[in-house]
């Protein structure tokens, strides 16, 4: 099983300091776990490798993933202004991974999230979104995987190989750093392909937060008015029901329940 | 001196009473005799008491909204009769705004609805219309304001096939504008149809009008800003959701191309571990307040039903659940989609916690109580006796399935 992982040159999410990301960390701990599993059902040790893809003007930063249990980080050597889809590409296509995994989407950069897909279109490999857990898959050549949904829920999924994932981050923390890790770690610059951007139609300016939306009423309202708003359903002209025996009520609850479907049986 | 000065002591000896020893004046009559100087009316607190009193009950209450439950029963349903609100209808769009609504379950969720006000706006600004791609119930997508719908069959999930159904729909009609939200799978579409179409994708837009979308970037120190793209995704309670009169939501015709099977070979859908998710991300919380005493009858509902158990402060107080359970401004503010509230009054503070459930269904012995008018479906009854009622209909019909 040979696995690439796709390191972008993130920002600390506090400090806004040069960092790796932590989606892209947390995708490191799910491939080394990856192949532990698998190393244990095919009884040798070349049961896979690592390697760590990124390419921009310098890995710096990204050192610290060797730390975090990533073997091998390849840098492809392109402008910082440079779009990195080219290079990846081709680095990717020239070597057969079975699976590629990247970050849910990066921080510090675009933060879009779209460089995944525009490379698994161009290399022609099938994609799947928000992967919380790896494990080998029922055939040889699968894998199967938890896609993270919002409140809780999970999406099993079997997918056939070669494929690239992208991680959510509910999967597992990161491994802690080693120091040793990241002395033994090895990294390799290779020249990437140059690809300038054209320049977008995008105004660029200081973030400024804008209020989130909540009910609004009408201005000059009353206080009551405006309690009302901030706490009252959209849809009101509720069922009201007094007094009725408690098997009534009871089914009528439920009945209710079941109409707007929360309670499946 | 623009103004008369009053000689007030004149004006009260022409209201003096005849005929008793000591001095008496009418100060009502005096009252009425003064001119309405200055323009504003004199408020009359007992008066406006007197009207907001509830009628019919044994504790003296006050209705200060004026909005008396007992008269809600029947009146409201006859007014809203009377003015329905008329069909707007766009015969000739000059062109199409898509919506692809996630709509699990074919429902539409509050930020699909948010979408739909989204594209509404764009299609507004130049005699467009909005189209929904995705099969739903017509009189929910009308009341959002989608003016045609059109179904996206696909069986399971395949969003590599949604994304190539998509992708000729946005080739074969006339659409400007194609609006997502940026929900874990609203998100994952737009991003296969960016990669598809190759078009630039304008991710999380956290802002929108017809001229200028804007986002986050760089960790949220930067905002992008340009006017609308083709492809947009919207970020939750980033647009407010149609509020005006509804739209016809017609079917179109649209032939479809066939589909390839994709690389996913099986997929099964694991719901959430109720117990196990927090409040803040529970689908539906059964919750206690003061009004419940049979905290095992409780326990056992909750595990029936199948929900995550909360309860508001007074509860939490006294020790009975643990402190993470409240929900309110103080505790967790909910996100869930139904809210069960056993025994709760309804406090502003436990209230803001349920602002965002879609439905709320309350059990109180208090006609009068506030989580009673919040709430879509109210019994009035006591909880202890509507908890094992509950849990009896729900392993009765168990036991009856099991049975044969
Ligand atoms: C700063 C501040 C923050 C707060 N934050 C929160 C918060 O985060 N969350 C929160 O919940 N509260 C909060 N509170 C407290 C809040 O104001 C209320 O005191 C509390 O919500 C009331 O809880 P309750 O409805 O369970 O109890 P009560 O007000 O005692 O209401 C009990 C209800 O149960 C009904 N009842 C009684 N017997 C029965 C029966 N047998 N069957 C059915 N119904 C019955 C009664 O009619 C009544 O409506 C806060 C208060 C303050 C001052
Ligand atoms: N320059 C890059 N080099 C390697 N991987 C990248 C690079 N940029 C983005 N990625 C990967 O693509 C994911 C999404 O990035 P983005 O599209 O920038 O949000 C990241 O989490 C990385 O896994």
Redesign the interface.
Known sequence: MRIAILLSA??H?VS?RPAPVSVELQAIRLARELIRQMAGEVDGNAAGDITGFHAGPDAGPLKDALGHGLPRLIQLSIGAQDDPLPSLAAALGAERFDLVLAGRSG????????LP??L??TLGL?????ACALAAGPQHG?VSL?Q?????????????LP?LVTVHPAAPAPLPFAFAAMRRGMLETREGVPAPRAA?????????A?P?????SAAGASA?ER??A??????S????????A??D??????A??RQ????R? | MSRLRRDLRMERATHRIEGTPRPRFDLAAMLAATPAAAGRLRRDPRGEERLALVPGTLRRRLD??QRV?AS??AA??AA?AEMAPKLVVIAEPAYLVAVVPDAP?G?LT?HDR?VIGAARLLADAGGGAVLALGEMPGEDLAAAGVDRVLGLPVAG?D??ARAALLHAVLDGLDIRHALLPE??DG??LA??L???TGE??F??A??LTAKAVTR????????????PPRLITLAA?????HGGAPHEAIPVVFALPALMP????????????PA???LD????VVSAGNGVRDFTAFRALVEA???TPGASRMVCDAGLMPRAAQVGASGTVL?A??Y?ALGIAGA?QH??G??R?????A?NTD?HAAM?E?????????AQ??M???I???TG?LAV?AQP
Do not use: M, W
């Open positions: 993130g920002r999410a806004g921080q510090g950069g675009e933060d879009a999230g779209l897909y525009a698994a279109r099938p994609i799947v979104a928000d699968t938890e993270a949904l919002p409140r809780g829920a999970r999406r099993r999924l079997t997918l056939r494929a977008g139609e995008v105004e660029e300016r200081a973030y400024r804008r989130k939306l909540i009910a609004k009551t309690l009302k901030a706490t009252e359903a959209a849809s002209g509720g069922r009201l029901i007094v007094d009725p408690p098997e009520a009871a089914r009528a609850i439920l209710h329940l707007i479907g929360v309670l049986d | 200060r909204t439950a809600a029963v409201p349903a809203v379950g429902r509050p948010q999930y969003p590599e929900s874990a998100a994952d991003r296969r960016a990669a598809l630039t994708l991710a999380g956290e802002s986050a970037a760089q960790g949220r120190r930067i905002e992008q800003r340009r006017a309670d980033a647009s407010a959701p994709g690389a996913i070979l099986s997929a099964e859908f694991v719901p959430a571990d196990r998710v927090g991300e529970a689908d539906f039903l199948n929900a996100d989609r139904c069960f502003p209230l803001q349920v602002a459930c879609e439905h709320v269904v059990v006609l009673i919040r709430a879509g479906l109210a019994i009035v009854a006591d006796k509507v094992p009622a509950l009896e209909a729900l019909a399935e």
